[in-house]
């Protein structure tokens, strides 16, 4: 009984550092630098899950974070030519590179993730009653 | 855990009677108002004879229920340190997740709870049998 415990709080730590990903996703959209103050904007972090086999009960397994993945795709040009960081010549000259982060999608995520954490704190809620409620057997 | 109720505080149990359970027994055993030696069941009767059945004064007292529950009461500490532990780091600022140290504090409920209830029982069963008339 206990163990469901365990398996929904791996859930809401997951769940919470999706959020943290999105949270640090949407703080950098506008980040034009890495953290080596290079001119390469930020890209954006996905999180993945993964089953724990480590927090099992009964056939049912918890969740964890596998990696933290970083998504490599192109960066939004911007033609800013005035720019301080726009690139200087080749194909993109006179753009600046931006992350290729969509709020909307980021919200939607943030929106997903707090809809899963809330779900689990539920069932953590429904583990708790009956668990007290068993013990109403024995009083 | 220390033994409940060592020597001179005997008096918080009554003599044993003969229909008492063996896991009430082997409680009080463990609870250190009884000899440990097994023994405890033999106390003679003004006719000479003794009240236990054969077999259970061979028993070993730190197997069965009383292990059981004195491993129980030591499970429900750990989980209570634990949870202190936790809330403590939570609320000092550290690299703690708020949803980890709240289901420590919870599950640490639970079992204390539950062992709340088994000592209840236990002591109902003791209650009813101290009532025996004889």
């Known amino acids: ?139 | 855990v220390p033994p409940v109720g060592s020597a001179g505080s005997n008096r918080l149990f009554v003599p044993e009677r003969p229909l008492m359970p063996e896991w009430v027994k082997q409680a009080r055993v463990h609870l250190g108002t009884q000899n440990s030696n097994g023994v405890s069941g033999t106390r003679s009767v003004p006719d000479g004879g003794t009240l236990v059945p054969p077999g259970i004064a061979n028993e070993n007292p730190s197997d069965g229920f009383a292990k059981l529950l004195f491993d129980e009461v030591r499970n429900v500490n750990q989980m209570q340190t634990t949870a202190t532990n936790n809330v403590h780091s939570l609320l000092t600022g550290g690299d703690v997740n708020e949803a980890e140290v709240l289901t420590s504090v919870q599950k640490a409920d639970l079992a204390f709870r539950m062992l709340l209830q088994v000592r209840n029982k236990l002591m109902d069963a003791y209650r009813e049998i101290q009532q025996i008339q004889i």
């Open chain 1, 1 to 139: 009984m206990i163990r469901a415990l365990d398996i929904s709080t791996s859930a809401l730590v997951a769940q919470r550092t999706r959020l943290n990903a999105v949270s640090g996703n949407i703080a950098n959209i506008s980040t034009l630098k890495n953290e080596k103050g290079e001119a390469v904007p930020y890209q954006p972090r996905e999180v993945v899950f993964q089953t724990d086999e480590a927090i099992t009960t009964s056939g049912a397994s918890g969740v964890k974070v596998d990696e933290i993945k970083i998504n490599e795709s192109d960066p939004l040009y911007r033609h800013q030519p005035n720019h301080p960081l726009a690139i200087k010549e080749g194909k993109w000259k006179g753009y600046v590179a931006y992350p290729n982060i969509d709020l909307t999608t980021e919200m939607v995520n943030a929106l997903e993730s707090t809809r899963a954490y809330e779900a689990n704190v539920g069932v953590m809620e429904i583990t708790k009653n009956i668990s007290r409620e068993t013990l109403t057997i024995l009083a």
